[in-house]
């Protein structure tokens, strides 16, 4: 029994002697719970959706009423408006806007002529979230619109067509993106995090600075080494997993180039972020108990389950700055979307900046001498 | 050899400035290292000359590897000053790293590669033209005879012939000056001779200087031409092995086992004739230090006959570097920390992670 308690009192004595370890892990659950917790079933907030009004008419006028409605009350969505419907189509192509609502010319003639009245919705459901609580809104003022609560001497049945702007976005493909990213990141933590304080712990740091390499030649050497390392790791998920998924995208060359810079500004700045927390961290330990924590604190508040639009402010704020946010963004509109670099431009200079804004603060923090 | 070869001068660690003569290869000045209040270099002094193999001796944390850290660069010096090379180390850190060759005390080539991109990665790190370089690199592992070996993975190969590696390593760019800190720590005896002899010749063929730590006394002895001692960051004695042999009392040592332990035996053989120290080693067994072993063994012999005791061994031997160790070490075991702890979590070393 003695023997027995050996072995606990050993595994106790180690665990109280490293805070990290002991922190991580209680961390790390009440974080879940935070961060999870929020970041699923919440109501669908502030989205953005398109007008384009051909009617003017007064019907049309109802409608707009119901929408300054929902943007006071529930605030599912805010609109604008817009003039031409293949401009706000490809706005909801590329992220402008959430949907976009198509009154049509000679809405309200049709309502009071009891002549099927239609009002047009297009919608990205490549993000069924937040397509599916827009849609249930939009069918909730439709139904109010044909069935008030005083009756209109004018009966008027309007229907809802809904207009999906892509096929079928399974779940697979839905989850696509968010794995690219997450291999990139787990790429990025094993060699930029694990094996970076590994070696440095044994001594392999100290053989390169008893030689005359700089230390800008040895931050840079290191972040190289970690991106390439990320870009094969996110080359190679994007092409089987695009197979996988059934995504035809990677076979247009342009689609090909916007891909490629996604995953290299994915892996300057993931690289980067990296690189600015390990770059003072001696302890083995410390990237083994921060990989779960990090990924539960750049991973769900990024929109890749769940959209950004439900978060509480507080989680919006993580998403804000958070890198993985642009990237599954990026990778959303490029092999969902196919949006162009329209669509990913200010992804693109987000990572880039970012990646490079890290690597200008971390490179001075990096000691020359041990 | 410098003027510091003269014991007498440097003995106390405030070796006179004399030490750093011009042609000396290393020429350390008052050398001091501070972490906070703790002093774990004080005013060290000492050259090396061209060509010498020098050696640091002293107990764990006597400061050995903070003074071979500062001279290669690896550790800032808090005062005094330091040349390797003919460069100021804290002037001109990347001329002195372009001239050394240094061996950590841990096995650092990387075990996934090959000896030969092991070799290869740092030829291009020391920027060594690519067309010496694999010229250099047949050279080297020829010196430490892994040429057949040089396309197995390092983490295949056994730890002598992985320190090979790391000696060759240091060695590809043609350093004047190699530091070597325990090469030989964790080696079994035939391969430590190995190393010893590929030193020697290397020393020989490519006219290095080297300065090497080492806790071995018999390494040492065969490989140093003059060794400083270290102790509690100071340098307590520097000179040639036989020097340092000579400045111990006693010329001989006497090690004596009775059959029978008495509290009277310790003062028993202080009292004999030429006797100058006694160290009582186990119950019975002493080590004394004479300065005629011969008549020392024969009055220990009467002595034990007169009073009816048994001697169950006697042996007589010269002074060792063992004995200079002692001498200026005590015998006091060292448990003094490495690394203070530090204040921030994220940077605590685990129990057992002290380098």
């Known amino acids: 029994m003695n023997r027995m308690f050996a072995i606990v009192e050993r595994e106790m004595r180690k665990f109280f002697r490293s805070p990290t370890l002991m ?56 609109t604008v408006n817009y003039t031409d419907e293949n401009e706000a189509r490809e706005d909801v192509r590329t992220g402008k806007v959430d949907g976009a609502v198509i009154i049509p010319v000679q809405y309200s003639r049709r309502v009071y002529a009891q002549d099927a009245p239609r009002i047009g919705f297009v919608v990205d459901n490549s993000d069924l979230f937040t397509s599916g609580s827009l849609e249930a809104e939009m069918q909730a003022l439709v139904t109010a619109l044909t069935a008030p609560v005083i009756q209109p001497r004018v009966a008027t049945a309007i229907a809802l067509e809904i207009v999906e702007l892509y096929p079928y976005v399974n779940y ?59 870009v094969l790791s996110g080359i190679c998920l994007v092409v089987i997993g695009s197979l996988m998924a059934g995504l035809g995208v990677i076979f247009h060359p342009e689609a090909d180039l916007e891909l490629l810079a996604l995953i290299l500004g994915t892996s300057i700045a993931f690289n980067g972020m990296m690189f600015l927390m390990m770059v003072r961290v001696d302890d083995p330990l410390v990237p083994r108990a921060m990989f779960g924590v990090l990924n539960l604190l750049l991973f769900y508040p990024s929109g890749a389950m769940y959209p950004i639009a439900a978060f509480p402010p507080w989680l919006r704020a993580i998403a804000i700055i958070d890198p993985f946010t642009y990237c599954v963004h990026g990778f959303k509109a490029i092999l969902l979307k196919d949006g162009g670099f329209e669509a990913i431009w200010f992804d693109l200079l987000f990572l880039f900046v970012f990646g490079i804004g890290t690597l200008l603060v971390a490179t001075p923090l990096f000691k020359r001498t041990l | 050899m410098s003027s510091s070869t003269q014991l007498g001068p440097a003995i106390n660690g405030n070796g006179a400035p004399s030490s750093a003569a011009p042609t000396a290869a290393i020429a350390v000045e008052n050398i001091v290292k501070r972490y906070g209040n703790f002093e774990a270099v004080k005013e060290v002094s000492f050259s090396v000359a061209d060509g010498e193999i020098f050696g640091l001796l002293g107990p764990n944390g006597a400061g050995k590897s903070t003074l071979i850290r500062m ?18 180390v804290a002037k001109d850190p990347d001329a002195v790293r372009s001239m050394i ?106 006219h290095l200087t080297m300065l090497l730590t080492t806790h071995y006394m018999e390494e040492a002895d065969k490989l140093c031409d003059r060794i400083a001692i270290v102790d509690h960051g100071k340098l307590v004695a520097l000179g040639t092995p036989i020097e340092l042999k000579h400045s111990v009392p006693g010329a001989n040592v006497v090690e004596v086992h009775f059959d029978r332990e008495t509290a009277e035996w310790q003062g028993r053989l202080e009292k004999l004739d030429g006797v100058t120290s006694v160290q009582a080693e186990s119950a019975g067994f002493y080590r004394v230090l004479t300065s005629s072993g011969s008549t020392t063994t024969m009055q220990l012999v009467e002595l034990a006959a007169s009073l009816g005791e048994t001697l169950t061994s006697l042996s007589v031997q010269n002074t060792t570097l063992d004995d200079v160790f002692v001498h ?22 685990r129990p057992g992670d002290q380098r």
């Open chain 1, 23 to 78: 922190i991580m892990s209680l961390m790390m659950p009440i974080l879940q719970l935070l961060i999870m917790g929020n970041a699923f079933g919440g109501k669908i907030v502030g989205a953005h959706v398109a007008v384009v009004d051909y009617d003017h008419g007064p019907q049309a006028v109802k409608i707009r009423e119901g929408f300054d409605a929902i943007a006071v009350n529930i605030k599912t969505f805010t």
């Open chain 1, 172 to 230: 697979m493909k839905f989850l696509l993106p968010a794995c690219v990213a997450l291999a990139m990141y787990i790429s990025v933590m094993i060699g930029g995090g694990m094996l970076y304080i590994d070696d440095k712990a044994r001594g392999v740091h100290e053989g390169y600075l008893v030689t005359p390499i700089t230390r800008l030649e040895l931050v840079m050497g290191l972040n190289m080494a970690g991106a390439i390392k990320a």
């Open chain 2, 71 to 88: 001279m290669t660069t690896l550790v800032p010096i808090t005062s005094g000053r330091a040349t390797v090379a003919g460069h100021d």
């Open chain 2, 101 to 206: 060759g240094v061996i950590p005390q841990a096995l650092t080539s990387d075990p996934d590669l090959t000896v030969e991109e092991n070799l290869s990665i740092y030829a291009k790190l020391y920027s060594v033209p690519k067309a010496e370089r694999m010229k250099n690199i047949n050279d080297v592992l020829e010196a430490v005879d892994l040429v057949k070996w040089r396309g197995a993975q390092v983490k295949t190969l056994s730890g002598g012939m992985r320190r090979r590696v790391e000696i060759a390593r240091g060695l590809v760019h043609n350093p004047q000056i190699f530091f070597l800190d325990e090469p030989t720590t964790g080696l079994d005896p035939v391969s430590r001779i190995a190393v010893w002899e590929m030193l020697n010749n290397l020393r020989t063929t490519r």
């Open chain 2, 328 to 349: 200026y070490t005590g015998r006091q075991l060292r448990d003094e920390q490495v690394k203070a702890p530090l204040a921030s979590w994220a940077m605590l070393q």
